[in-house]
């Protein structure tokens, strides 16, 4: 049984300046100053206030030095439509922010002029009538956002990538952007906005026959029509940016943020203006929180998918790994200051719907994550789900019979960390004390006839922003022990089911109907995107995973199934086909 789509996690919000009237003010430009103190303990500590906002705290002191900003700078991509005012929001957001602004066009014609080894190959191409290769232009942009300039006032990458092979190569040489705008504008609109345009060839100003006449008779006479602004030719410009643009919304749809922009260019800014702001707001929370190095030095140092997952048991270094995995995982979320989060991990000896008895082995991961937390100093709350209804085990899932007695006789280590800095609970409001820095969720899960969900709202009032963490939790809505469905505050209670957040998902992938052999992965680990492997078997009897594709968003089958038969992102969804995930996993 395959399961037939699934909504992306995160979903681009279209920004409407008639629905978000944002203030038109704006932040006031500094000054450059500078100020030296305390000249006699030998430390000379200079502050400099840029005009683009930026503070920068220097202190030198035996050959040292410590550079703080207290502004990060923002890396921005904006894409839009020819005629969608691309350019003059651009104008206006590096008058702003104070941002590099990078055109691949301004880039090939400086790089030509000026002979560079990037240049003269690029001319090669351009001479020949060709047009130049990604990786000339990609090596050009790289280049140019490396230059000290770039680094320290932030960047505006204006119309590149213009495909998804770019995008990817931006993203493998970690050019990631914070934020990517796209300028949404209707077809007719654009179309007339083209037609409409005049250049002045004498002064190079451009006029619109509608909007913008030109001031006197004698202009009107001398203008001109652009040969690529005809209809058809603007049709045709339209038809290949929509399909560059379906193609690289896959990237960066987790970060994307289309705005209307068909309203003067004033309203349109205060609405970019107001994005840009809160994502600088939010990197410099992030920035303060101190995490960010962390979280990438992690995964880069993460060691790839263990073999041998088809051996049944595991053995102690696999299930080792994924505890680690996991662990480090939920570590980043909270320092994030995450608070809903949820781990989802179905390898065999962590999944206890294919054979009970890896109950056990599931323990054994939450007692890992609260000893870790615990050796942090923090008090953690190990929560089972209680029975529901009257009489023994009524509506209590097969699986979680006797959990809690599992936990209490568990090995909890030699430093009395049970009692003291780990307790034993249930699913519930009035479970959650004050001395609680967190909650780790046994598997909670709705039973035939009974909700778990009322229990874990009521839980999650009342630990406010503490984290809560969800293990393997089955949270879909059941049919009530009579057959007839559930249904009143249906949509309340999923919704706040899809409340939580993956911090950690790990899950293999199998033919359609079968759980063997395995064919692949899929896994993420907080911030990083969805990954998806391919198990490959190399001609000496071992075993490898391949990475295949990445995603801003958990994907559908139909995404697994296209990535493992080699289709682009954007060919037009047909039937599923014979890849598949477990039954019942969404």
């Known amino acids: 049984m395959l399961p037939t789509s699934l909504s992306p996690v995160h979903s681009s919000s279209l920004y409407s300046p008639s629905l978000?009237?944002?203030?038109?003010?704006?932040?006031?430009?500094?000054?450059?100053?500078?100020?030296?103190?305390?000249?006699?303990?030998?430390?000379?500590?200079s502050l400099r206030l840029y005009s683009n906002a930026h503070l920068r705290i220097t202190y030198k002191s035996n050959g040292l030095k410590l550079n703080c900003s207290l502004k990060e700078p923002l890396k921005v991509m904006i894409s839009g439509a020819p005629a969608s005012g691309k350019g003059t929001q651009c104008e206006l957001i590096v008058r702003k922010f104070g941002l590099v602004h990078v055109s691949t066009g301004d880039l090939l014609r400086a790089e030509v002029s000026s002979g560079t080894e990037i240049g003269n190959k690029a001319k090669e191409f351009m001479n020949a009538g060709r047009l130049v290769p990604d990786e000339v232009v990609t090596a050009m942009v790289t280049a140019r956002l490396s230059r000290e300039d770039a680094k320290e006032s932030g960047w505006l990458l204006d119309g590149y990538p213009r495909s998804f092979n770019q995008a990817q190569s931006l993203q493998s040489l970690k050019i990631i952007?914070?934020?990517?705008?796209?300028l949404d504008v209707p077809d007719e609109i654009l179309i007339d906005r083209c037609i409409g345009r005049r250049l002045d060839p004498v002064t190079g100003k451009i006029y619109h026959l509608k909007s913008f006449p030109p001031e006197t008779e004698e202009i009107k006479a001398r203008l001109i029509t652009r040969p690529d602004d005809t209809e058809e030719k603007v049709k045709s410009r339209l038809e290949i940016y929509k399909q560059n643009a379906d193609a690289i919304s896959t990237t960066y749809s987790h970060i994307m943020k289309k705005i209307d922009g068909n309203h003067p260019k004033e309203v349109v800014f205060?609405?970019?203006?107001?994005?840009?702001?809160?994502?600088q707001k939010d990197k410099e929370m992030k920035m303060k929180l101190g995490k960010s190095n962390q979280s990438t030095s992690v995964q880069d140092n993460w060691r790839g998918i263990p073999t041998k997952l088809n051996?049944?048991?595991?053995?102690?270094?696999?299930?080792?790994?994924?505890?680690?995995?996991?662990?480090?995982a939920t570590q980043r979320a909270i320092n994030d200051g995450r608070t809903r989060l949820k781990v989802e991990i179905n390898i065999p000896e962590l999944n206890p719907e294919m054979d009970v008895y890896r109950i056990g082995t599931l323990m054994e991961l939450v007692r890992s994550l609260a000893l870790s937390f615990a050796d942090d100093g923090k008090h953690v709350k190990v929560c089972v789900q209680g029975s529901m209804g009257e009489g023994a085990l009524a509506g209590m899932p097969l699986q979680l019979a006797g959990t809690r007695k599992i936990l209490e006789f568990m090995d909890w280590g030699e430093y009395?960390?049970?009692?003291?800095?780990?307790?034993?609970?249930?699913?519930?409001?009035?479970?959650?004390?004050?001395?609680?820095?967190?909650?780790?969720?046994?598997?909670?899960?709705?039973?035939?006839?009974?909700?778990?969900?009322?229990?874990?709202?009521?839980?999650?009032?009342?630990a406010g922003d503490r984290p809560v963490i969800l293990i393997n939790p089955r949270l879909k809505d059941l049919p009530a022990s009579s057959g007839i469905m559930q249904t009143m505050g249906r949509d309340k209670r999923l919704e706040y089911a899809s409340s939580f957040e993956n911090c950690y998902l790990f899950r293999l992938l199998y033919y359609a109907g079968t759980q063997y052999p395995i064919m692949g992965?899929?896994?993420?680990?907080?911030?990083?995107?969805?990954?998806?492997?391919?198990?490959?078997?190399?001609?000496?009897?071992?075993?490898?995973?391949?990475?295949?594709?990445?995603?801003?968003?958990?994907?559908?089958?139909?995404?697994?199934?296209?990535?493992?038969?080699g289709k682009p992102r954007n060919e037009s969804k047909k039937a599923l086909g014979f890849w598949g995930f477990l039954s019942g996993i969404f």
């Open 416 to 462: 009395e960390a049970m009692g003291t800095f780990i307790n034993i609970g249930s699913i519930g409001g009035k479970e959650v004390d004050e001395q609680d820095d967190l909650f780790i969720l046994v598997a909670p899960q709705n039973a035939v006839g009974n909700c778990i969900i009322d229990d874990l709202r009521a839980m999650t009032d009342a």
């Open 20 to 45: 978000f009237p944002f203030s038109p003010f704006s932040s006031s430009s500094f000054s450059s100053s500078s100020v030296s103190l305390d000249p006699s303990s030998h430390r000379l500590c």
């Open 270 to 279: 205060e609405v970019i203006d107001s994005i840009l702001s809160q994502v």
């Open 311 to 328: 051996n049944i048991p595991h053995s102690r270094d696999i299930r080792k790994y994924f505890y680690e995995d996991v662990l480090q």
């Open 177 to 182: 952007p914070d934020v990517y705008i796209v």
């Open 521 to 565: 992965a899929l896994r993420m680990s907080y911030p990083y995107r969805y990954e998806l492997y391919k198990r490959v078997d190399d001609p000496s009897g071992k075993e490898k995973y391949v990475i295949l594709s990445t995603f801003p968003a958990k994907p559908s089958a139909d995404e697994v199934n296209d990535a493992f038969e």
